[in-house]
């Protein structure tokens, strides 16, 4: 069991990463001025762009990113660890990963995660979307194994995939990560809601660091960056769509309590499934 403090950092990320970046160090450098020792980034930290061709140009591999630079050398002067939400990073075979990127105090790599779930939806009024076209899914799960807690690992539309969660949950996670880069239209829906259920179902805390406001790109994003404890209760919260920091103090011995009080995860059971047909009612109106 340990008390720390967490903080999530909203940012609106326009189209270069290099303005990115010097937004990301301030309010890193802020976080941790507020005594934070985990510090999560929004997913798209080092830029929010539409264009294919300008993804291209500006999205490099972790060596030479700017932002992972940036955080390297950022937690080691800090001596934080400092969780990239996610950036666009150029694999090996010339494709792109939506990627989260955690780094420790001494300024190593210790963890990435690449996004498994693509946010292919088509929405109201008009608005669609095709993450798959521009970036590869993930495949793997992870879970880091930190001197304070055990961190599992999401972005963005993997919040509507219980099943992920549950897995790093039922893998020791006691703090579930969500940065995100939600819609207005999807995080006025459903954004609150969403992130509270995963924190109850999984007794765990959730911190989920959001993009908000209007980008450069033209698309708007919903903000209300939340840290949210193991009861459901949002413990801290951004005020709508500005750039900020949000700290909270996390306990996991609030985890332990909760999983005691339902121990849903110990009660799970496998089952099968049946699928019964209904017999068609003679004479039934056509």
């Given at each position: 069991m340990s008390i720390f403090k967490a903080a999530a950092i909203q940012m609106r990320s326009g189209t270069s990463p290099?303005?990115?970046?010097a937004d990301f160090e301030r309010l890193v450098r802020?976080?941790?001025a507020r005594g934070a020792l985990y510090v999560q980034t929004p997913e798209m930290t080092g830029g929010l762009v539409r264009d294919k061709d300008a993804r291209a140009s500006l999205f490099t591999t972790i060596a030479r990113d700017v932002i992972a630079q940036t955080a390297s050398r950022l937690s080691a002067e800090l001596g934080i660890f400092l969780h990239v939400g996610s950036t666009a990073i150029l694999r090996e075979d010339g494709k792109l990963a939506n990627?989260?990127?955690l780094y420790g105090p001494d300024g190593a790599l210790i963890a990435t995660y690449d996004k498994i779930h693509m946010f292919d939806v088509d929405l109201d009024n008009g608005e669609s979307w095709r993450e798959s076209s521009a970036y590869e899914p993930g495949r793997q799960a992870v879970v880091?194994?930190?001197?304070f807690a055990k961190l599992g690992f999401a972005?963005?539309?993997d919040l509507r995939f219980?099943?992920?969660?549950?897995a790093e949950a039922?893998?020791?996670a006691e703090v579930l990560t969500v940065p995100a880069a939600f819609t207005r239209q999807t995080g006025e829906a459903h954004w609150h809601t969403l992130v509270r259920a995963r924190a109850i179902e999984n007794g765990?805390?959730?911190i989920a660091a959001a993009q908000g406001g209007l980008h450069e790109d033209g698309r708007e994003t919903y903000g209300h960056s939340l840290i949210v404890d193991p009861w459901g209760r949002t413990v801290a919260e951004t005020a709508g769509g500005e750039p900020g920091v949000i700290v909270a103090e996390i306990d996991t011995a609030q985890v332990a309590a909760a999983r005691r009080k339902i121990p849903n995860l110990k009660n799970a059971r496998d089952f099968q499934l049946s699928e019964v047909k209904a017999v068609e009612l003679k004479g039934a109106a056509s």
């Open positions: 290099g303005r990115n970046a802020e976080a941790a990627r989260a990127l880091a194994d930190l001197p972005i963005c539309y219980p099943q992920l969660f549950r039922t893998a020791g765990a805390f959730v």
